[in-house]
C-alpha cells in the first residue's frame, strides 16, 4: 500500500490542521476550512486567527467569509499549470492539492509510450468526472490528446480557463458536457477507443439534465463499461476515490483484471497532503494500473 505525499509548493502549503479543519496557502492568500479527516489537535499555528478567508457551515447552509482585501479568484502556479482558485459554496477551491502525484504518474506514462512509440504517436485518454481540469490540462501539456466530461457547466468553464492559463490553446481539449456514464455509453456504441482512462467519481451528484449519481449503485457499471473503451495496447487506468468511505483495495479489485490481460503493474494507496510540521492529512485513496514497457 503506497501513500502518496503532496509537499510544499510555491503556491500552495499546509499550514496546520486539526479539530475538524484545515490551514492553507494558496498564494499569498490563506484560507481555513473544514476536513473530517484532521482527527486530532492542531499545532497551533497564529494564523488559524489571521486567514484572509474562513469557510463555516450551520444547519442550511456554507458560507465563506472573507477579508475586504480578498478577491473571489486568484491564480497560482502548481505542478507546472497555472490555476484558478477560487473559494466555492461547497468549501472547495478548485484544486485538490492531494492529485499532483496522480498527474505526475500520468504524465511519466504517457511520456513512456510516447518515447517508445515514437513521438507521432496519439494517445487518447478519457477523464471522466473531470472537475476543474487540473489533469486534463497536465495530461494535454504531455502531449496527451485528451476528452474531459464532466456534468457541471460551472466546472468545464473552469477548466477552459486553467487549461488556457496554462499556455494550451482552445483546442487542445476535448471538453464534454454530459453525464459521464450516458457518454460512456454513447462510445461503446461508436465504437471509440482510449489509451488511458481516469475515472474520478463524487459519492454523489447530478448530471447536465438532472440524472442522479449514487457512487454505491453505479460505479461497478460505470468500470465494466469503461474497459470497453480501452484500446488493444492501453497505456493506464487510474480509478481515484474522494469522500466515498471506500478502502483503496476495493478499488484495486475492481481493476486487477487488467494486469492479468495486458501486463504492466499494478498500484494501490493512499494520497496525503504534509503539513509543514511533517504530518500528514489524509486525502483520498487510489488504485491505478499501468501499462510500463
Request: charged letters at 30%; glycine letters at 10%; one cysteine or more.
Amino acid at each position: 500500500m503506497n501513500i502518496e505525499i503532496t509537499k510544499k509548493q510555491k503556491d500552495y502549503e499546509l499550514l496546520d490542521s486539526g479539530e475538524g479543519e484545515k490551514l492553507e496557502r494558496f498564494g499569498q492568500y490563506v484560507l481555513r476550512r473544514p476536513d473530517p479527516q484532521a482527527l486530532w489537535q492542531k499545532a497551533g499555528n497564529p494564523l488559524w486567527e489571521e486567514a484572509d478567508a474562513f469557510f463555516s457551515r450551520d444547519e442550511k447552509k456554507g458560507v465563506w467569509k472573507f477579508k475586504k482585501d480578498v478577491p473571489h479568484f486568484w491564480n497560482i502556479e502548481f505542478g507546472g499549470l497555472t490555476l484558478k482558485i477560487s473559494p466555492t459554496a461547497f468549501k472547495h477551491t478548485g484544486l485538490f492539492p492531494e492529485q499532483l502525484s496522480n498527474w505526475k504518474w500520468m504524465e511519466e506514462q504517457v511520456k513512456k509510450y510516447k518515447l517508445k512509440e515514437g513521438e507521432e504517436k496519439e494517445v487518447k485518454i478519457l477523464n471522466l468526472f473531470g472537475y476543474t481540469g487540473g489533469a486534463s490540462v497536465a495530461l494535454a501539456k504531455a502531449g496527451a490528446s485528451v476528452c474531459h466530461v464532466d456534468a457541471s457547466k460551472t466546472s468545464l468553464d473552469w477548466a477552459r480557463e486553467n487549461a488556457l492559463l496554462s499556455g494550451l490553446d482552445k483546442e487542445a481539449v476535448r471538453w464534454i458536457l454530459d453525464d459521464a456514464h450516458e457518454f460512456v455509453k454513447r462510445e461503446i456504441r461508436r465504437g471509440n477507443k482510449y489509451d488511458g482512462i481516469l475515472l474520478d467519481p463524487p459519492a454523489y451528484g447530478h448530471g447536465p439534465k438532472g440524472e442522479t449519481w449514487k457512487i454505491e449503485e453505479g460505479l461497478l457499471e460505470l468500470i465494466s463499461d469503461t474497459k470497453k473503451l480501452l484500446s488493444d495496447s492501453p497505456v493506464f487506468y487510474l480509478l481515484n476515490g474522494y469522500s466515498a468511505g471506500y478502502s483503496a483495495i476495493a478499488y484495486e479489485n475492481n481493476i486487477s483484471d487488467l494486469k492479468e490481460k495486458f501486463g504492466g503493474e499494478l498500484e494501490k494507496g493512499e494520497l496525503a497532503i504534509e503539513e509543514n510540521g511533517g504530518r500528514l492529512l489524509p486525502s483520498g485513496i487510489f488504485a491505478r494500473w499501468g501499462n510500463k514497457k
